[in-house]
């Protein structure tokens, strides 16, 4: 007795008819799902899967998924990993760990996981309104819920191959619609018309301390998709904000009624923001956290035209997004800085070597400290580009 419904399909599965792989993926799904209440499964479109560095699963996570035999039934891609597939020794990788990072990624290569080793998916592969998906990095999830409208649970990293792995999640959370409404207004009181990437990241990296868990909805700003992008990636960092809505700009808030009587209303005034602008002196600067879209690299280019770094400068991004826009990203590296791809600023070991790194992420503003032991400091892209260059 599972306690979830189940079809004839899944039921072949957990008999061990499709080898034990499957079964014990499907067992877990079925395990998280009481966990959480499920009633049953649904099926998912897509799955990006989580503990892909070598940094962050180390040898006994890598044990466990060469120990793993099936292949994935839909599309699944990778979380950013410790290093570029391609450029690991121009980033300066350790060969040891560069070793132990292809055996994982081989690892899921055999699991049919595709290596697009990226935070921001969504660029490489249509995602739609109402899907379900079962994602598992911070940002992706939180910029698939509120930008796209699709429908994903944060995953943790086993819960998002089993889902790969047979086609699958359980349905609770954030599938159902009734768990998708605001919970907390914030509304933002400064003059957010000049706002870019960087003040809707030190926006959310303020917010989601504020709003921890509950699913907000913002009024008083109408940021562009890279700064809502930017908003959520903040918000998932220092809350755990899988889901947002802001007025008029959102799919869910335009589509739907929102009851938002008798919600609690939390003011953010400019100076809160504001503050977050230091200027400690900074060893190296790092831009794409999430990964850059198209006009994110269009604007560095630009803003580099003519110039030369004095300082590393690295930029991160999906290398299929890369591809796509290679004169940009060569006019990028002829200033010295480099695009890399499949890794970035935080899952990276490379950048544990910098005291102070200068971000245009309120994300990384939250990570960097932890998992790098440097430094952060927040800055417009403008102003990452002029330290970097200075
Ligand atoms: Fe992506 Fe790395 Fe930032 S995974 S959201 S670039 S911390």
């Not at 935070?119 to 379900?132: A, D, I, M, R």
């Not at 802001?246 to 929102?258: Q, R």
């Not at 590393?312 to 890369?322: E, N, R, T, W």
Request: net charge negative; with cysteine; glycine share 10%.
């Amino acid at each position: 007795m599972t306690g979830m419904q189940l079809e004839p399909e899944d039921e072949r599965i957990l008999a061990g008819e499709e080898g034990e792989t499957r079964q014990k993926m499907l067992e877990l799904l079925i395990a998280l799902g009481k966990v959480f209440g499920a009633q049953r499964l649904v099926e998912i479109k897509s799955a990006q899967v989580s503990g892909a560095s070598y940094k962050t699963i180390g040898k006994y996570g890598l044990e466990w998924l060469t120990s793993l035999d099936a292949k994935a039934v839909v599309p699944a891609v990778l979380n950013p990993i410790g290093m570029p597939r391609g450029r690991w020794e121009e980033m300066g990788i350790d060969p040891a760990f560069a070793r132990d990072q292809q055996a994982v990624i081989a690892a899921y290569e055999r699991l049919g996981i595709r290596l697009d080793c990226t935070c921001t998916p969504y660029y490489l592969y249509s995602t739609g309104y109402g899907e379900h998906l079962a994602w598992s990095e911070s940002s992706a999830v939180s910029y698939v819920n509120s930008v796209i409208g699709a429908r994903t649970n944060r995953e943790g990293g086993p819960g998002a191959l089993a889902a790969a792995l047979i086609g699958k999640t359980p349905c609770y959370g954030l599938h159902l619609e009734h768990n998708r409404g605001p919970q907390v207004i914030v509304s933002v009181q400064a003059d957010t018309r000049d706002w870019g990437i960087a003040d809707y990241g030190a926006l959310g990296y303020h917010a989601g301390k504020l709003v921890g868990n509950r699913v907000p909805y913002f009024r008083g700003i109408m940021p562009d998709a890279d700064q809502l992008k930017s908003l959520g990636a903040a918000m998932a960092a220092t809350g755990a904000v899988a889901l947002y809505h802001v007025e008029g700009v959102t799919p869910e808030a335009v589509k739907i009624p929102f009851d938002l009587n008798g919600l609690e209303a939390i003011a953010v005034e400019p100076e809160e923001i504001k503050t977050l602008f230091n200027e400690i002196p900074v060893e190296a600067v790092a831009v794409g956290c999430p990964h850059c879209s198209p006009a994110e690299l269009a604007e560095i280019a630009r803003l580099l035209n003519g110039k030369i770094v004095t300082k590393p400068l690295y930029v991160f991004a999906a290398q299929g997004v890369i591809d796509r826009n290679a004169r940009v990203v060569d006019s990028i590296e002829k200033s010295g800085a480099r695009v890399f791809a499949d890794t970035c600023m935080v899952v990276s070991p490379v950048m544990e070597q910098y005291a102070s790194i200068m971000v245009n992420s309120g994300k990384a503003l939250a990570y960097v400290p932890n998992m790098c032991g440097g430094r952060a400091r927040i800055g417009t892209i403008e102003d990452c580009i002029r330290v970097a260059t200075e």
